[in-house]
């Protein structure tokens, strides 16, 4: 599939319904290491950017859609989640402007510019046990498929698989950003939640493009 | 579990109607995007705004009138409001001396607090930002999001208040802002976790004779569990933390809060305070002002937390300042 304006929203779709279907698991997360929010917010945010879709102009590109929702994420999601993700579509957006379809190393450019986005924002690094560490081993693992010549299906697909590596990857750490941060030891065992949504929304990405 | 909920998704908006509807001649609850301002604007000053998570009314909405807050931004329970609102909120008290924001430092109110600074200031509104942070059961900042701000916002609330209503300019307040957030600190223990009305669930359990020490206000778990204690144990407890954190001498003036957690009884609540006052008698620490009462809670969580604000004379004149809002008023 190419990676265009249809992509996009499909996965912006695809990021709504995933969201949607696991917003109590994300929760149940949250609940276990801070106050038990992040489903309902993602669930409420993902739906008004599934809404702001219908509002898109025919001519629309990739960074539209991507602009679209990152402007409803910021506006209705709150939290931390809500500047960080919100930051995350806008330099993604930002990333491909004047894109029709995306190469594998827009895909690249486009996922780095997320990450980046977050880490400004946020402050976190990687091993805080934070979305970064998904955002970080995403980027990582998309950057190598690029570099070996995969198309830009195949690199989103790597992306996805890092990002739940990352998500994983969270379980043992000691967290230092975050509502988290303040249970120290007693959060270790437990997955970040920012960093299982992120895992979500870029196996949204990958499955959109299949 | 029973609450008195219809939708869980309406459930602030309900809130916020109710509170409007009660407190018409204080307040003037926007309904979207979702803020609360004085029902009479205060003219001529610096616009002081706080908010937060909703579940730990009253603050801030309850903290809005004459002598106080000029606007709340209430969120969604235990979240942040987003920066449309807040924007909206600034918009609406600017009288062109500029708003102060008071934030509490939760990772999502300052990222969504400092988004609607970054598009007030382009609309060439001047904002200032104070993060309170007064909770020292967040012990190493270096490896966390840093102290949490709790229940010392809102001495801190009503004392920058006063001062704007006195006329202080931008720069007077941030500056007594800081200075406030610098010699105020706040200790809690929850005897029993929350309910959110989403989930209908406790958000986290806690034995018959279990509590969780060092909590802060979103219903997440504390420093460390323990067993229960008489009263006057779980004060000295407290007590021992603020103080260690921030030593005060013979001759230390404070104001000293208990504060409810939402559950707790005021007759509880003057149980612990009665030790608290015991203590600090014997400390020598002048208790220059009190005050006693839930002010910021955590929806049905039952516990306390004592904070600890130094004060001088001019401070406690401007405790002392008229105040007239819906759950402070002298």
Partial sequence: ?210 | MKKLVNDPRRFVADALAGFGAAHREIVRVNANPVYVVRARAAGDKVGILSGGGSGHEPLHIGFVGAGMLDAAVPGEIFTSPTPDPILAATRAVDTGHGVLYLVKNYTGDVLNFETAAEFATLEGIRVRTVVIDDDVAVQNSEFTAGRRGVAGTVLIEKLVGAAAERGADLDELERLASRLVATTRSMGVAIAAPTTPHSGRRSFELGADEIEFGIGIHGERGRSRSTMAPADELADRVLDAVLEDLPRQRGSRVIALVNGMGATPSAELYVVFRRVAERLDALGVEMARSLVGSYVTSLDMAGFSVTLADVDDDLVELWDAPVRTAALRW
């Fill in chain 1, 1 to 210: 599939m190419t990676l265009d304006t249809a992509w996009a929203i499909a996965w912006v779709r695809t990021a709504a319904d995933r969201i949607a279907e696991q917003a109590s698991e994300l929760g149940e997360l949250d609940r276990a290491i801070g106050d038990g929010d992040h489903g309902e917010n993602m669930n409420r945010g993902f739906a008004a950017a599934r809404d702001a879709l219908e509002e898109l102009p025919a001519n629309a590109r990739p960074s539209d859609v991507l602009r679209a929702t990152a402007m409803r994420l910021i506006s209705s999601v709150g939290g931390a989640a809500g500047p960080l993700y919100g930051t995350a579509f806008l330099r993604a957006s930002e990333a491909v402007a004047d894109r029709v379809t995306l190469d594998a190393k827009d895909v690249v450019a486009m996922l780095d510019a997320a990450l980046g986005g977050i880490e400004e924002r946020g402050h976190a690094t990687p091993g805080d046990k934070t979305m970064v560490d998904a955002w970080t081993a995403a980027v990582s693992a998309a950057r190598a498929a690029a570099s070996s010549g995969d198309d830009p299906v195949a690199v989103l697909s790597a992306a996805a698989r890092g990002a739940e590596e990352g998500a994983t990857a969270t379980d043992p750490l000691l967290p230092h950003k975050g509502r988290a941060s303040y249970l120290g030891e007693r959060a270790v065992g437990h997955r970040d939640p920012g960093a299982a949504s992120a895992a979500i929304v870029l196996r949204a990405a990958a499955d959109a493009a299949a």
